[in-house]
């Protein structure tokens, strides 16, 4: 009986995968045939069943020959969130942002923060959850090595890989940590809509501060109802939450 | 309606140009609109094709008098070879009216071709009769009529019977300021032989209105009964005044010059003079009062959409598309109805969205002067043309006007609409277009033709790979938070501690049995060399087997290491690092494989004093040496 249900799981397994890579196939044809518009959505589908950094890299690609370049921007980053490492989507989603309208600069930002936060992306929150608990198991093996070693030259050599170690693992965990809270949050933002007008206040009639453009990645600090607040560069302002995607 | 009108003109057309072919039967009534009581006047009826059986209606509210009479004309006329002929039969009747009032005679019937015919019904205002002319009129006629209220008048009366004056006429004289008043100068003629105006005339400035003459169509005279006498009247000018600013507004008088024809009161050169009578065109000057209008400031608190529009207005908004793509126009049309001051109405401004290039409106008036103002409907277009896709909402507009029946601003807004700007059918291409502007430098040897972005993937993606927060499914692999990662560090940080704490207490323990066996060794190793003191003439066994406890024991605990790793290779290394003398150290050696070998090879007595005290002089020594 057991035996019989494996065979049947295992069996659907293959049928629907076997389904999804067609449909995957299709949309790269309806691609390389310059249809972008039905693989956009052959794509769009496939990620409702099943999220993928490749089906997301592709689905931008389709969206950006359409010109939606929100869109695309979007399927990058998205794209990127699942598979960071992949120098493809970096640089089409470099490509991509050139041609925002928007330069935005932000003085404020340490040159430390940004590297740091680059460094915290190279990887996934899983790949860094991993390497935090392999350095914190050296660690710990080297701490006692230091702490239960006899041998001066032992406990030296312990007592410096242990201090490497502990420094990586705390590291690894705060960027794990890091990205944990980025990917529940889903603070960042896509600007959708051409033009937006800023607010000083979660109000039409409010003051309005800055202009952005589409495709423009903003930061969510607080929504109100219809209405959030965003930050992006030096500015801060309230835009309707109809006008961005979180990515 | 246009057919309606279409069908009509038809009709006319066609009934005038072939009214003799045709067998159309006109059948009319004619009376003056306005009779004097007492006074006969006529009433006829008329019908062009020859007919009979006149049925008269009932004249309810009228003497009848005579009639009817019937008079019959007909005319032939040749014109280019076509005979056109007409013909005519009138009944006359004579009635006259008894009191004053208005009355409606109803129609009559009358037998033409067989059939019967009905006309149309008149009706008939009849005005009191003259009164007698009292004294007090020249006093009202010279000054302004205080009782009406609402209209001055000045009269010029040489007597009596005959009477001829001008009266300026307001359609009210307590406005607010932009509201239309009508301003009208209307003759009186009464008794006297009016031949007609002259061309002197004086008309007032009307400094502080806007004036608009109006247009007044046919001027004819009619009868007005005014202050108990019927008098012809004829309105000679209008005008349509808009007051600028509040406060008492005075109209200055007015001059008019009519001449009129009087009987020659000289002698009669002939008899034929007399007979026939002779004229003379008299001009007399009549003039017309001041009139003070006073004008009501406009309440306060104008909303800030206040277009300065003064009557009753109703908005009709519309949008062309609410659905477009960028670079296409988007119309939005105000169409404002009413009646009052159209001609200074602001146009209001749209606060166009962020992204549109807005034109300048196109404003399309389509109002009429009337005796109460301006009436119609004025259209303002505003084009505008979105450049970039998204959803935009145009907010809605206001348009405030102060309503005079009402006393009080009222607002029209027009709803907000929402615009759904698609991207433009040309953009999409430009992706590519745009890249090639991106073009990079010229390396050595590598010559770029563009810039895109790179291809597709097309390796299947792997069916495992992890479901990201992004679906709302997160599937739980092992390091699922960095949560879990912290506890397990921490949970092998406390069992690493735990594992430092028992090794701490362990080493502790046993530092604590050494040095107790390091601070006894001298006591044990005398105790034991006591006994085999006592067993160097007893028993060889236990004699070598206390020595060799002894020594061993007292070494083991001096150098702190447990008796079973006692080799005599690690003895000898461990006092050399104490700094113990090599000559030493071969004794405490040698009397350690001594003791060892004459445990199992019992000796005589002599060797064993002799192990003894080589024994006890080791420790000695090492005793003396503090290991």
């Known amino acids: 009986m057991k035996r019989l249900l494996f065979i049947i799981v295992t069996l659907t397994l293959c049928i629907v995968h076997c389904?999804?890579?067609?449909?995957?196939?299709?949309?790269?044809?309806?691609?390389?045939?310059?249809?972008?518009?039905?693989?956009?959505?052959l794509y769009q589908q496939m990620l409702t069943e099943q999220p993928s950094a490749v089906v997301y890299y592709n689905l931008g690609n389709a969206y950006f020959k359409q010109g939606e370049l929100s869109q695309a921007i979007l399927a990058y980053e998205r794209s990127l969130r699942l598979d960071p490492s992949n120098k493809d989507t970096r640089y089409n989603l470099r490509f991509a942002e050139s041609r925002i309208t928007d330069n935005i600069t932000d003085n404020r930002a340490f040159f430390l923060s940004t590297f740091l936060t680059n460094v915290r992306n190279l990887m996934r929150e899983r790949t860094w959850l991993w390497i935090s608990l392999v350095t914190f198991v050296l660690f710990v093996a080297t701490l006692l090595l230091f702490l239960l070693s006899a041998e001066p030259v032992v406990r030296k050599t312990g007592f410096s890989i242990a201090v490497i170690t502990l420094v990586l693992s705390v590291f690894a965990l705060v960027a794990a940590q890091s990205l944990h809270q980025r990917d529940t949050l889903r603070e960042e933002a896509i600007i959708t809509q051409g033009?937006?007008?800023?607010?000083?206040?979660?109000?039409?009639?409010?003051?309005?501060?800055?202009?952005?453009?589409?495709g423009t990645k903003v930061r969510i600090t607080e929504t109100l109802g219809e209405w959030c607040n965003v930050s992006v560069g030096n500015y801060q302002g309230w835009i309707l939450l109809a006008n961005l995607e979180r990515i | 309606m246009k057919r309606f009108l279409l069908i009509l003109t038809l009709c006319i057309v066609y009934g005038?140009?072939?009214?003799?072919?045709?067998?159309?039967?006109?059948?009319?009534?004619?009376?003056?609109?306005?009779?004097?009581?007492?006074?006969?006047?006529?009433?006829?009826?008329?019908v062009n094709q020859r007919a009979r059986d006149l049925e008269a209606p009932d004249f309810n509210g009228f003497e009848f008098l005579a009639g009817p009479y019937t008079s019959q004309s007909s005319s032939t006329s040749f014109v280019n070879g076509r005979r056109t002929s007409s013909f005519s039969l009138t009944y006359t009747f004579t009635l006259m009216g008894l009191d004053a009032g208005t009355f409606t005679i109803g129609p009559a019937t009358i037998t033409a071709d067989g059939q019967r015919y009905t006309s149309n019904g008149v009706r008939i205002t009849?005005?009191?009769?003259?009164?007698?002319?009292?004294q007090t009129r020249s006093a009202t006629s010279s000054g302004q009529s205080g009782t009406s209220g609402d209209s001055g008048t000045s009269a010029t009366s040489k007597s009596a019977g005959s009477d001829i004056f001008v009266r300026a006429i307001v359609s009210k004289t307590n406005v607010y300021e932009q509201e239309a008043l009508q301003l009208s100068y209307r003759l009186y003629v009464a008794g006297v032989d009016f031949a007609q105006m002259g061309n002197t005339v004086k008309l007032p400035e009307c400094t502080g209105f806007l004036k608009q003459e109006l247009e007044l169509g046919d001027r004819q005279f009619e009868l007005e009964h005014y202050n108990n006498r019927?008098?012809?009247?004829?309105?000679?000018?209008?005008?349509?005044?808009?007051?600028?600013?509040?406060?008492?507004?005075?109209?200055?008088?007015a001059q008019f010059e009519a001449i009129l024809r009087v009987q020659t009161r000289a002698q009669a050169r002939s008899i034929f003079d007399d007979f026939f009578g002779t004229y003379e065109n008299v001009s007399r000057m009549l003039n017309a009062p001041a009139i003070t209008v006073h004008v009501k400031d406009l309440p306060a608190g104008k909303p800030s959409s206040y277009s300065g529009g003064v009557g009753h207005f109703t908005l009709t908004p519309s949008i062309s598309t609410t659905n477009i793509k960028?670079?296409?126009?988007?119309?939005?049309?105000?169409?404002?109805?009413?009646?009052?001051?159209?001609?200074?109405?602001?146009?209001?401004?749209?606060?166009?969205p962020e992204g549109f290039e807005p034109y300048d409106p196109k404003v399309t008036n389509n109002y009429k002067m009337s005796g109460s103002g301006y009436s119609g409907s004025k259209t303002i277009e505003y084009l505008a043309i979105p450049r970039e896709a998204g959803t935009y909402t145009i907010p809605s507009v206001a348009f405030s006007y102060f309503d005079i029946s009402e006393g009080k601003y009222k607002t029209l807004t027009t709803p907000e609409y929402t615009l759904n700007v698609q991207r433009a059918a040309g953009q999409s291409g430009n992706a590519e277009e745009g890249a090639q502007t991106y073009t990079a430098v010229n390396k050595e040897n590598i010559k770029e033709l563009g810039t895109d972005i790179r291809y597709i993937n097309t390796s299947e993606p792997t069916p495992d790979s992890p479901t990201h927060q992004l679906t709302g499914s997160p599937v739980h692999q092992f390091p699922g938070s960095p949560k879990v990662i912290l506890l397990i560090d921490l949970v092998m940080l406390l069992l690493s501690f735990i594992i430092y704490l028992l090794h701490r207490k362990f080493a502790r323990e046993n530092a604590?049995?050494?040095?107790?066996?390091?601070?006894?060794?001298?006591?044990?190793?005398?105790?034991?060399?006591?006994?085999?003191?006592?067993?160097?003439?007893?028993?060889?066994?236990?004699?070598?087997?206390e020595i060799e406890k002894a020594a061993f024991s007292y070494v083991s605990d001096r150098l702190r290491i447990p008796t079973a790793d006692l080799t005599k290779d690690n003895i000898a290394e461990l006092l050399h690092q104490k700094g113990i003398a090599d000559e030493l150290i071969q004794q405490v050696n040698e009397v350690l494989s001594t003791?060892?070998?004459?445990?199992?090879?019992?000796?005589?007595?002599?060797?064993?004093?002799?192990?003894?005290?080589?024994?006890?002089?080791?420790?000695?020594?090492?005793?003396?040496?503090?290991?």
Not at chain 1, 19 to 41: I, K, P, R, V, W
């Open chain 2, 126 to 134: 009849v005005l009191p009769p003259d009164e007698e002319p009292q």
């Open chain 2, 230 to 253: 019927n008098y012809q009247a004829v309105t000679l000018v209008s005008y349509l005044l808009y007051p600028q600013h509040s406060g008492d507004i005075q109209i200055d008088p």
């Open chain 1, 195 to 214: 033009i937006v007008n800023a607010k000083a206040s979660p109000d039409k009639s409010g003051t309005e501060l800055f202009t952005l453009h589409e």
């Open chain 2, 16 to 46: 005038a140009s072939c009214i003799v072919f045709a067998d159309d039967v006109v059948f009319r009534a004619e009376a003056p609109s306005k009779v004097i009581a007492g006074k006969p006047f006529q009433l006829t009826y008329s």
């Open chain 2, 326 to 352: 960028a670079n296409e126009a988007v119309t939005l049309t105000l169409n404002i109805q009413g009646a009052g001051n159209m001609k200074l109405l602001k146009t209001p401004s749209i606060d166009w």
């Open chain 2, 595 to 627: 003791a060892e070998f004459a445990r199992y090879a019992p000796t005589t007595g002599a060797e064993k004093q002799a192990l003894y005290d080589a024994t006890a002089n080791i420790i000695n020594q090492l005793e003396s040496q503090k290991i």
């Open chain 1, 19 to 41: 389904q999804s890579s067609t449909a995957f196939t299709d949309a790269n044809d309806l691609y390389a045939a310059g249809n972008y518009a039905e693989a956009a959505s």
């Open chain 2, 512 to 545: 604590d049995q050494t040095h107790v066996r390091y601070k006894r060794a001298n006591k044990v190793a005398q105790k034991r060399l006591k006994a085999a003191q006592q067993l160097l003439s007893g028993d060889n066994q236990l004699f070598y087997a």
